[in-house]
């Protein structure tokens, strides 16, 4: 036996042949996996753990500097439930989301609507209408404070020229959200120009000039004809820039903190200040957890309309 | 049967120079903050604060970009975007082209659910996970490091959506004969997959350049050190450096920001289409 196994692979015996034959078995039914290992690994450490995790912290007290973090069950939750600061965020997100929803749709739905239409340049448009989306954070925020500034603003210098007054904007507890709702308006509704552009070229072409032949006037054959077809994308839409409006917090980081007197204090703004500023990360995590569920409920909405197949192959 | 083109009002030419000249107002609209931007950048103290403001600045003060340039640590921050994305996009470039490809190319139990689970990324808030991965990193030790800028993101649905559309269209005899020849299924990947994907790779590599560049919170919570300062953290800390009031120097801010979004600008000159899609597919806003 062993001068067999000395000798070329031929030579090798049955049973070792067979163990190769298995590991090369086992090899391709484990390729794919490992295929996608790379990709799911990171997923599962960044995305899927971390998800769970909160959920988990939400129910402790950690504050990230002690060593160890006790179990409390629901206390987060309750305290949460008489915090007057968080409920304070919760209504400015709602007022904020309720400000910019309805600019938005209009904005996009009329630039969409006009896009899709015989002009020249089009693509040049199309790439200026969403340029804000693409712009940096940082410099949006820089560029609107400018904007916003009450003494040295180029907006408050019109209002002036109009002889209105000139409010403190981003300074003044009643102007601050809406200042900011101008500004998530500037830098969103290109975005959802896109999506009604999508929409509106899945409409079939014939079904309107069909209405024109019969009559219609540009009026009755969008409201009857159009805005109808339109309506999964119109839906679309609204839950997104629903989801978008309770997301917002990076510009409030960059601009208002919070201020002035809370009035600008959203949902992450204020998960974000106690997880990063007062590190009570149960206590964050809790809000996380709550925003989580309310988000993904959105989300899910949002994902049952579009169909998720048509969309992501 | 019939005319089967596109909707569009075409009729006369009225309606289009209509909608040319609203869709033209609508984009000075748009673009006016940002050209207000560029504005302020060249004029001098005195001209940013002139009574009442226009919109050419006299004189033209380019020593203003030198100037941010030279205020802070602009050069390191620019190195580290730029290390940070260049690392991001390659490691998202592999680990997608590699999960595509399985989930293009191969058949194995589970790849619905796994496909939907890649879906799934795309749901969760990424508000929810900045706790729990910032505790995370902390545990690893990774706070305060390239690691934390880079390693969480090395991986993203939108890489592997568009690759996998693309691979699909590999005829399968082009890999029929590759496997005949003894190429391996990983060669057949490297050595013709790839070489033949280049738009879809490029459209990848452009929007997760840009969305890396674009980062702010999370190079904000995750550094402490200047000089690990990405350049958004370190426009904004620059930012909160500059402001006080009457005394802001609100043209080298200006400045220091036009410098910040050239480069987003000039990818996106060359590459709209790629950029389009991939925000919305990950459902990315401002």
């Known amino acids: 036996m062993t001068e067999a196994m000395i000798k070329t692979p031929d030579r090798l015996p049955v049973v070792v042949k067979g163990i190769l034959r298995r ?19 990171i997923f599962t450490v960044f995305v899927f753990a971390p998800l769970i995790f909160s959920i988990y912290l939400s129910f402790t007290n950690w504050d990230l500097i002690s060593k160890g973090a006790d179990f409390i069950w629901f206390k987060n939750y309750l305290r949460l439930a008489h915090n007057k600061n968080f409920w304070g965020a919760v209504e400015n997100t709602i007022y904020f989301t309720i400000g910019i929803v309805p600019a938005q749709i209009v904005l ?106 019969d009559g219609a006037n540009k009026w009755q054959s969008f409201w009857k004809i159009t805005f109808p077809l339109l309506s999964p994308t119109t839906f679309l839409v609204l839950i997104m820039s629903i989801i978008g409006g309770f997301q917002i917090y990076q510009t409030v980081v960059l601009t208002t903190e919070g201020g002035p007197a809370g009035a600008t204090n959203v949902i992450v703004y204020e998960l974000y200040r106690t997880a990063f500023e007062y590190f009570d990360m149960g206590y964050a995590s809790a809000m996380a957890t709550l925003l989580f569920f309310l988000l993904f409920s959105f989300t899910l909405i949002q994902f049952k309309v579009v169909g998720s197949r048509v969309h992501y192959g | 049967m019939g005319l089967t083109k596109k909707t569009s009002i075409s009729f006369k030419v009225k309606p289009g120079w209509v909608s040319f000249i609203l869709l033209a107002l609508g984009s000075l609209i748009i673009v006016m903050p940002l050209l207000w931007m560029l504005s302020t950048s060249l004029k001098s103290m005195t001209g940013v604060y002139k009574f009442p403001p226009g919109l050419i600045p006299r004189p033209i003060m380019w020593q203003n970009y ?45 790849s619905n659910l796994l496909f939907l689970m890649v879906l799934g990324t795309l749901m969760i808030p990424k508000e929810i996970l900045l706790i729990p991965n910032y505790v995370i990193l902390k545990q690893l030790d990774w706070l305060n490091s390239y690691l934390a800028l880079t390693v969480p993101f090395m991986a993203g649905a939108f890489g592997i959506f568009i690759l996998r559309q693309h691979f699909l269209t590999i005829h399968q005899d082009l890999e029929d004969a590759a496997i005949m020849d003894g190429c391996s299924r990983l060669r ?33 919570i995750v550094t402490r050190d200047d000089s690990l300062r990405t350049i958004q953290v370190g426009l904004s800390a620059f930012k909160d450096a500059e402001t006080s009031g009457a005394n802001t120097n609100w043209a080298l801010l200006m400045a220091a920001s036009v410098t910040t979004l050239v480069p987003v600008i000039i990818i996106y000159a060359f590459a709209q289409e790629w950029f389009t899609e991939g925000y919305i597919t990950s459902g990315i806003r401002g």
């Open chain 1, 23 to 41: 590991v090369k078995e086992l090899f391709q039914i484990l390729e794919p996996y490992l295929y996608l290992a790379p990709a799911f690994i």
């Open chain 2, 188 to 220: 057949f990947l490297l050595s013709i997959v790839i070489p033949n994907s280049k738009p879809a790779l490029a459209a990848v590599a452009v929007f997760s350049f840009i969305t890396n560049w674009n980062s702010y919170i999370w190079p904000l």
């Open chain 1, 108 to 213: 996009a739905l009329i630039s969409a609507l006009l896009l899709n239409t015989k002009v020249k340049f089009k693509s040049l448009f199309r790439s200026i209408y969403f340029l804000p989306v693409i712009v940096p954070i940082t410099v949006t925020a820089i560029v609107w404070l400018f904007i916003f500034s009450p003494s040295y603003g180029i907006l408050n210098y019109l209002i002036g020229l109009v002889g209105l007054p000139q409010p403190s904007w981003l300074y003044d507890p009643v102007w601050a959200l809406p200042a900011l709702m101008v500004l998530a308006v500037w830098t969103n509704f290109g975005y959802f120009t896109v999506i009604f552009l999508a929409g509106l070229q899945s409409i079939p072409g014939e079904l309107i000039e069909a209405a024109e032949i």
């Open chain 2, 66 to 110: 030198i100037d941010a340039w030279n205020s802070a640590n602009f050069p390191r921050y620019f190195l580290n975007s730029t290390i940070v994305a260049v690392v991001v996009t390659l490691g998202e470039l592999t680990t997608s082209s590699l999960a595509a490809f399985a989930f293009a190319r191969m058949k194995f139990r589970g």
